[in-house]
């Protein structure tokens, strides 16, 4: 452990290691077998990049996106680690290259993509080098029910029938017990020690709010992020397009992917997003994994995701740097009844779609919660956790409503409704009804002579389609998607007509007309490191944030020096085509700002300066500051 130390001080420019990464890179540079669980930015790949520089050979990198390994090994070779990738955007003899480096024990990492680790060519080449270890990254893309399933994961258990004696070591930032054992299985990772970090993120404020006007909502919340980076995620390729416009036509800074369009234009994209500052990358799910960039201030959903597991890792890209981060998410009825309907118009067998409606369930659970949404969201991860302070619940608690009678409302009048015509009907009928609007439609069938016409008159139609949500979530009311969305009762919904049953639920609150949250005055400009607001982090999240990643607005000089240590960086960026943080990040930089080293020896002591940075870097760092106090 003591070289293990020396290589993290010398290489990556830190002190110490965090949490589990110690005993894991223990395990593994030993030659032992790991599964690691941690969250995002928690310092995964320094578990396998360490081991890999400690022992002989060549740490072979399994990674699922071609895209993003041409960032990956430039940072490791901005570091002095010699990397390389082969993968489908290699010509020929750049190809050949690689192999010989390989061959010829020059290469400290290689990353492969999965499809072309298991042609036997690429298998024989392995055998030929010498792997010191094998590094399976995102290895919940072995599950078949998770949300990033990539079905060339299920082979990887070759690589223990062909080296078994070369230790392997899976990551994820995701994965619940049933997704753990199946990594474990399909791997053929029996023996492997196992590595579960805490599941929580306390820099990320966590709000779901109730489909009013999303477009609308979702500016307003952006409104409170001007100038930073952030994802928005969309269920289709067709809303992502047309949010992207949306957008850029009101001054939002906003690039569309997903997986319709070429290439090429993603590539351009996905690097116009890691190297620019303040971009807005609207997407579908197809966009994130293995997403480096550490300053993405939030993530938003405007449609919910299929998963509990989908939502975390989606979220865990906001705040990969420790600042303050937010996670928002708007649903409503229609994500409910779309989301139930992949499921049951699957041509999966039985036992999916059982799974994937509890994962559903569990979904719909922690949007609906009245409760902390971080200790609903940990504890379905296993994790038991206080309320947060950082979540919308806990900021601003909800009313909680005995919705009882208003439920068997609606139950009763959906049976009325169907006994009276024959037939049923949909959710915008069924609540005129309730509400009692004599429209012509009502009338076409004669529902206003029913005895449930007008019966819900005290609700209006936005508190209707929460209560309908909620019967539908707890599966207390079916939609029959192959008759037009018509609402059936379900055997489930008897108890609740008798009594036998209560239904409490958050009361719908119409949210004020705002432009969204306002960062704190005193931050730094685009940087997403201003003070909370007043009602922000508690002194558990804040503390999260660690040395070097809060403002200096109470150094008017540190935050001048600041910022012209990112314009130099940006600078260097440009010139080296590479992503900003890979020279430096942030909280690096906002490190020197406020401690002003004025020697090398200096320099070298702030978290994140390495040797071959130092060497490449330090001069001009020095000069930058000598100049900005004279």
Request: glycine content about 8%; some cysteine.
């Amino acid at each position: 452990m003591q070289r293990a130390l020396e290589v993290l001080q010398r290489v990556f420019g830190f002190d110490a290691f965090r949490g589990l990464q110690a005993e894991v890179v223990a395990q593994v540079a030993a030659g032992g077998d790991a599964l690691v669980l941690m969250p995002t930015g928690a310092g995964k790949s320094l578990c396998y990049q360490i081991p890999a520089l400690l022992r002989d050979g060549t740490g072979i990198v399994v990674s699922p996106l071609i895209a993003l390994m041409q960032d990956q090994v430039d940072a490791l070779r901005e570091l002095g680690v010699r990397a390389a990738y082969l993968n489908s955007a290699l010509s020929l003899t750049e190809a050949r290259e690689v192999e010989r480096q390989l061959l010829a024990g020059a290469l400290d990492l290689l990353y492969v993509a999965p499809e072309r680790l298991l042609t036997e060519r690429c298998l024989e080449l392995l055998e030929r080098a010498q792997p010191a270890l094998f590094a399976i990254d995102e290895a919940h893309c072995v599950s078949q029910w998770g949300h990033d399933f990539r079905p060339e994961y299920l082979q990887l258990a070759i690589l223990h029938e062909r080296f078994p004696k070369v230790p392997r070591i899976a990551l994820t930032a995701t994965a619940d017990a049933l997704t753990r054992r199946e990594i474990v299985e399909r791997l053929a990772l029996h023996e492997a020690r196992q590595f579960v970090s805490s599941f929580d993120r306390p820099n990320i404020r966590y709000r779901i709010v109730e489909k009013l006007d999303p477009r609308r909502q979702l500016l307003d919340f952006i409104a409170g992020h001007a100038g930073e980076a952030g994802i928005v995620y969309c269920a289709s390729r067709a809303k992502v397009d047309d949010t992207a416009q949306w957008l850029r036509e009101r001054g939002i800074d906003a690039l569309p992917y997903h997986a319709g369009m070429n290439a090429a234009q993603r590539a351009e994209n996905q690097a116009r997003f890691l190297r620019e500052d303040g971009r807005v990358m609207v997407a579908t799910i197809a966009f994130g994994m293995g997403i480096d960039k550490p300053d993405v201030r939030f993530v938003a959903h405007l449609d919910m995701p299929r998963s509990v597991e989908g939502y975390y890792q989606e979220t865990g890209r906001a705040g990969r740097d420790g600042a303050p981060a937010e996670a928002w998410m708007t649903y409503g009825l229609a994500d409910v009844v779309q989301q139930r309907r992949f499921i049951e118009q699957s041509e999966a067998g039985d036992a999916y779609k059982r799974i994937s409606s509890g994962k559903l369930d569990a979904m719909l659970g922690l949007a609906e919660t009245i409760e902390c949404r971080r200790v609903r969201l940990l504890a379905y991860f296993g994790e038991a956790a206080e309320h947060c302070g950082n979540c919308d619940n806990c900021l601003e608690p909800p009313e909680p409503w005995d919705a009882t009678e208003a439920a068997r409302k609606l139950l009763s009048c959906i049976f009325r409704v169907r006994e009276a015509s024959g037939f049923g009907f949909g959710a915008q009928h069924i609540i005129a009804v309730l509400r009692g609007q004599d429209n012509a439609r009502v009338r076409q069938y004669g529902h206003e002579q029913l005895s449930t016409f007008g019966i819900g008159a005290d609700l209006d139609e936005r508190e209707w389609r929460a209560v309908l949500r909620q019967l539908i979530a707890q599966g207390l009311v079916a939609v029959d998607h192959e008759r037009h969305q018509v609402l059936v009762l379900t055997s489930d919904s008897r108890a609740l007509l008798r009594g036998e049953r209560r239904l409490s639920m958050r009361r719908p609150v119409a949210p004020p007309r705002t432009r969204g949250r306002k960062r704190g005055s005193g931050g730094l400009r685009g940087t997403g490191a201003s003070a909370a607001p007043a009602s922000g982090l508690d002194a558990t999240a804040a503390g999260a944030l660690g040395a070097g990643a809060g403002p200096l607005a109470d150094d008017p000089a540190a935050e001048r020096l600041f910022e012209r240590l990112r314009e130099w960086r940006r600078e260097a960026a440009i010139e080296r085509k590479l992503p900003p943080y890979v020279i430096f990040h942030d909280s690096t930089l906002r490190a020197i700002a406020q401690h002003r080293p004025q020697t090398l020896d200096a320099l070298a002591g702030i978290s994140g300066v390495g040797q071959r940075k130092l060497e490449a870097w330090g001069d001009s760092i020095i000069g930058l500051i000598a100049a900005t106090d004279s």
